[in-house]
């Protein structure tokens, strides 16, 4: 592996999460990036086997032939091109990942790095120095009253993304979790780790996301029980009830817990909107979505907010969405693209399940991580949406392929045998 390309791939993610704060300068800098990740993916194809060749070829033809009809179906060229690169900028990282899992190495560590920096910009916008906070709102009960209703501060960090910010921190804090586990290093690099995973968890609270903290629970159990690090229990439990005492300082965070509890006993205003919002878009979709999908745009807020009789400024109507990138797959890209996307995280995650035990690389990790982006998937744009549309390419393509058997000592994701803390 060249040293350029390890460099590379371990500030990809620092470089894409910062963007959104740079402007123009930050959209340039995200398509010199994705050029940079076709030119290495082209110049290592030579080293690719046939066989992996092959591995998930089919479903990535799908998915490229119904971003080309999207494209053409859409409201104009440039709209139509802009989403393709947003969908296709980094889908070449999946073919470079896919021939060898040791490139996940430095891209997680150059996770950890980015949610580093993105801590030191919330800490900015704490201070007062950084701007791009959301002021949040809300809103549980039977109905939206904004005499009852409370405004939560939302960090965003450099990202500018309450949701994306928390999507950061839990990768960020797993992924430190799984690296305070390694026994090849020292005690006080694994004990870093681990309140670095910690100070993750934390951020979480911060960002106000309510699927944030939701997946993150469920990411880090599936980690537990997939690398069988059930020991980790006694740590973690105490630290994490330690991570709520301190969020409960910050005001709204009772509310922000309770309205979670509110989501699922259906009193929750927000989340039944959402739900509104899907069902009319499935019942408005027809049968033409079934194979193709209508190309990009093909959302329509417009037509549900003048039903819903909600106003909403017209000019932001084309920054609106679904909440839910299968569905607005779906309804852009078709049924063939879900299906493929679908089996490509099926696939996925039982490559890494099947060859937990028989290869080193393959912890845990990957397969929590997968899990994560399926579950909040469902209630976020993610596939099209940066950072996100390079990192799931990268963690698909990791374990798609047929990969070498690497010693435990040669790679820092090599889990410890058995339950060794």
């Not at 070829?57 to 859409?74: D, K």
């Not at 997680?108 to 980015?114: C, Q, Y």
């Not at 430190?176 to 090849?184: D, I, N, R, V």
Request: net charge positive.
């Amino acid at each position: 592996m060249s040293r350029f390309l390890r460099v590379f791939l371990t500030w990809l993610p620092t470089v894409l999460t910062v963007a959104p704060s740079l402007g123009l300068a930050g959209t340039i800098t995200r398509i010199c990036a994705g050029a940079i990740a076709l030119i290495m993916t082209l110049i290592y194809w030579n080293n690719t086997s046939p066989d992996n060749k092959r591995r998930g070829l089919f479903a990535i033809g799908v998915v490229v032939i119904s971003l080309f009809i999207a494209t053409l179906a859409a409201p104009s060229l440039y709209f139509g091109i802009s989403r393709f690169l947003n969908w296709a900028l980094f889908l070449p990282l999946f073919f470079l990942f896919r021939n060898n899992n040791r490139l996940l190495e430095p891209f997680l560590k150059g996770m950890l790095v980015a949610s580093g920096i993105q801590l030191i910009g919330v800490l900015l916008q704490r201070l007062g120095i950084f701007g791009g906070l959301w002021g949040g709102q809300i809103i549980s009960g039977i109905g939206y009253d904004p005499n009852y209703s409370q405004w939560l501060i939302r960090y965003t960090g450099f990202v500018l993304d309450a949701n994306s910010l928390a999507m950061i921190f839990a990768i960020s804090s797993i992924t430190a979790l799984h690296y305070s586990t390694q026994s090849g290093l020292s005690k006080t690099v694994r004990a870093f780790f681990f309140l670095f995973s910690m100070l993750n968890l934390f951020g979480i609270l911060l960002t106000g996301s309510r699927g944030g903290i939701l997946i993150t629970g469920i990411s880090l159990v599936a980690y537990l029980l997939i690398s069988r690090k059930y020991l980790l229990l006694g740590r973690l439990v105490p630290a994490v009830i330690l991570v709520l005492i301190a969020g409960v300082q910050f005001a709204g965070f009772d509310y922000l817990v309770s309205s979670i509890f509110a989501i699922f006993d259906g009193t929750d205003t927000s989340a039944n909107l959402r739900s509104e919002l899907w069902q009319y878009a499935i019942s408005a979709s027809g049968d033409a979505t079934l194979f193709f999908g209508k190309g990009f745009g093909a959302r329509n807020p417009s037509l549900f907010v003048d039903q819903k009789s909600i106003f909403v400024d017209p000019a932001l109507l084309k920054f609106t969405t679904l909440d839910n990138s299968w569905l607005k797959t779906y309804l852009e890209l078709g049924g063939f693209a879900v299906i493929a996307i679908g089996w490509l995280f099926i696939s996925a995650i039982r490559q890494n399940l099947v060859r937990v035990n028989s290869n080193p690389i393959f912890s845990g990790l990957p397969a929590a991580l997968l899990i994560l982006f399926l579950i909040r998937s469902v209630s976020i744009d993610a596939f099209d949406i940066n950072p996100w549309n390079s990192v799931i390419w990268i963690i698909l393509g990791s374990m798609i392929g047929k990969q070498p058997v690497q010693k435990p000592a040669q790679d820092a994701l090599a889990v410890t045998e058995g339950n060794k803390l």
